[in-house]
């Protein structure tokens, strides 16, 4: 019984120790079985190359790759200012409407002048305040002046007047609501009156 149980061990501890020492070698290298010194020294500077061309290829792989990063990085950035400039546009857009009642409110000057006066301070600073707000945010008025060229890209034309001089043809000859840009943007055009020169 215990001579089974020795050889047992003794297969187990063959076979343990075959397999740690057990040693690979590098087929690429041995496989030919090479005894020349100067030959297997030819097959290593060959396997270098190889080597040096992957380590390279991946090392433009990986350069591309940041590079890709970097440029989907700023996209990102740049998509996110664009989306926070167009939500301030559309919140200062409906601002305006406020900015614009103030405006009518203050044009009827019978009846402001009607109106208390530490009421009225009290709305106009308001307004001053709506108006900074609205500054800081790159909203700015856009009014063109009298006598400037009516230009369809910048104006609206919401009356034509008479004029007798054909050099005051196609001029704005006056303001009907004044118009706003946002950072340097016309978003609402003023509404002008353009004069039209016709020979008799």
């Given at each position: 019984?215990?001579?089974?149980?020795?050889?047992?061990?003794?297969?187990?501890?063959?076979?343990?120790?075959?397999?740690?020492?057990?040693?690979?070698?590098?087929?690429?290298?041995?496989?030919?079985?090479?005894?020349?010194?100067?030959?297997?020294?030819?097959?290593?500077?060959?396997?270098?190359?190889?080597?040096?061309?992957?380590?390279?290829?991946?090392?433009?792989?990986?350069?591309?790759?940041?590079?890709?990063?970097?440029?989907?990085?700023k996209r990102a950035e740049e998509e996110k200012k664009?989306?926070?400039?167009?939500?301030?546009?559309?919140?200062?857009?409906?601002?305006?409407?406020?900015?614009?009642?103030?405006?009518?409110?203050?044009?009827?000057?019978?009846?402001?002048?009607?109106?208390?006066?530490?009421?009225?301070?009290?709305?106009?600073?308001?307004?001053?305040?709506?108006?900074?707000?609205?500054?800081?945010?790159?909203?700015?008025?856009?009014?063109?002046?009298?006598?400037?060229?009516?230009?369809?890209?910048?104006?609206?034309?919401?009356?034509?007047?008479?004029?007798?001089?054909?050099?005051?043809?196609?001029?704005?000859?006056?303001?009907?609501?004044?118009?706003?840009?946002?950072?340097?943007?016309?978003?609402?055009?003023?509404?002008?009156?353009?004069g039209e020169f016709k020979s008799v």
């Amino acid at each position: 019984m215990n001579t089974d149980n020795d050889e047992i061990k003794k297969e187990g501890k063959d076979e343990g120790e075959e397999a740690t020492d057990e040693v690979v070698y590098d087929s690429n290298v041995d496989s030919d079985n090479l005894t020349d010194p100067r030959e297997k020294l030819a097959k290593l500077k060959e396997k270098i190359k190889v080597l040096e061309a992957e380590k390279s290829e991946y090392m433009n792989g990986w350069q591309r790759e940041r590079a890709d990063f970097v440029n989907f990085k700023k996209r990102a950035e740049e998509e996110k200012k664009e989306y926070i400039k167009f939500a301030n546009e559309n919140l200062l857009e409906e601002m305006l409407t406020v900015l614009e009642s103030f405006d009518m409110a203050f044009m009827n000057k019978e009846q402001w002048n009607a109106v208390p006066q530490n009421w009225r301070v009290g709305v106009e600073y308001i307004h001053s305040q709506l108006v900074k707000i609205l500054d800081d945010n790159g909203l700015k008025e856009f009014v063109p002046k009298i006598g400037d060229k009516f230009d369809v890209k910048d104006h609206v034309a919401e009356e034509v007047a008479p004029v007798e001089k054909e050099s005051e043809d196609g001029l704005i000859k006056e303001i009907k609501k004044k118009g706003y840009t946002m950072n340097g943007k016309i978003i609402i055009a003023p509404k002008v009156v353009v004069g039209e020169f016709k020979s008799v």
